[in-house]
C-alpha cells in the first residue's frame, strides 16, 4: 500500500514537472519570437520577393534572387525560419509589384524598430535601411521602376529654449556636410584654371548642387532639434583629385547619416532622422 501511494506521488511529481517544464518552454518561445520579431518582419519582406521569383528564370530575376538570399543569410537563421513559418504564399500577379511593395515596408522597418528597445537595436534600425539601398541600386541598374519611398511626419520643431546640444553622431554628420560643401565650393572654383575634362567639370557642378542641398536641409533639420554645432573656418581639400575627392566626401557623408539612423539618442520622428534616411538613399 506504501509502495502504491509512493508511486503515485513520484507520478503526481513527475506531471507537475513535465508541465511546469512545458510552460517555461512555451515562455521561452514566446520570448524568443518577441525578441526576434524586428528581424522576423524584415525577413518576411524579403521572403515575399523570393517567393514571388520562384517561377522566373531570367538574368535578372536570378540576380535578384542572389541578392535577396544574401541579405537573408544575414540575419538571424531563427527569425528566417519564423518568418517562413508565418508567411502565406502570395500569388501576386507581378513580381515587381511585390518587389515594390518589400522595398517599401523594409524602409518603414526603419522606422517601426527605431524606437524599440533591444540588445540588436543599431541593427535593426540601419539594416533594412541598407537593404533598401542596395534593392533600389538593383533596380535603377535593371530599369525596374520602383515607387518613391516615404516616411512617416515628423514632430514640430522644439522651442529655443528646450534644444539641447546635437547627439554625437548629428554633429559628425552636420561636420561631414560642411567639409563636402566647402570641398565642392574650392575644386569647383577651379574648374577654369586646372585641366579637368568636360565629364569632371559636369561631374563636380553636380555635386556642388548635391553638397550645398545637403548643406542647407540639414542646417534646417538639425536647429530644428538641436543647438546647431558650429562651422570651422576651413576642411582638408585635395583639388587634385576632383571629382574623386569630392566622391570620397560624398561617402562619408552618407556613412555618417547611417551612423544618425542607428543612433538610439535621435527619435524616429525627429527631421533629422528622416533626412538622414534620405541622405544614405541619395548620396
Known sequence: ???????SA???????????LGAYSQV????????????TRISSALIEVQDSLASQQTPVSDELKSLVQQQLDSL?????????????KDDSPSWEKTFDSSVQKL???VFINADQQSEAQNFVRSEPLEFVQQLQDFAQEHQIKLSEVKAPKTVACRPLSE?????????RLLQASYAYHYASEVIGA?????????QEVSDIERSQQQAQLFERQLVQAVSCQYQLPKQQVTYPVDVAQGYTFLEEQSDVLQKNALAVV????????????ILSTRIFLEG
Open 1 to 7: 500500500m506504501k509502495s502504491s501511494t509512493l508511486a
Open 10 to 20: 513520484l507520478t503526481g511529481s513527475s506531471l507537475v514537472i513535465v508541465l511546469a
Open 28 to 39: 521561452q518561445e514566446r520570448h524568443q519570437a518577441e525578441s526576434l520579431a524586428p528581424y
Open 76 to 88: 538571424p537563421h531563427s527569425a528566417n525560419i519564423l518568418a517562413g513559418k508565418d508567411h502565406p
Open 107 to 109: 524602409y518603414h522597418e
Open 163 to 171: 534644444r539641447t546640444p546635437a547627439p554625437e553622431s548629428v554633429a
Open 190 to 198: 577651379r574648374t577654369d584654371v586646372d585641366s579637368f575634362s568636360a
Open 262 to 273: 542607428a543612433d538610439r539618442n535621435v527619435p524616429s520622428d525627429a527631421q533629422i532622422f
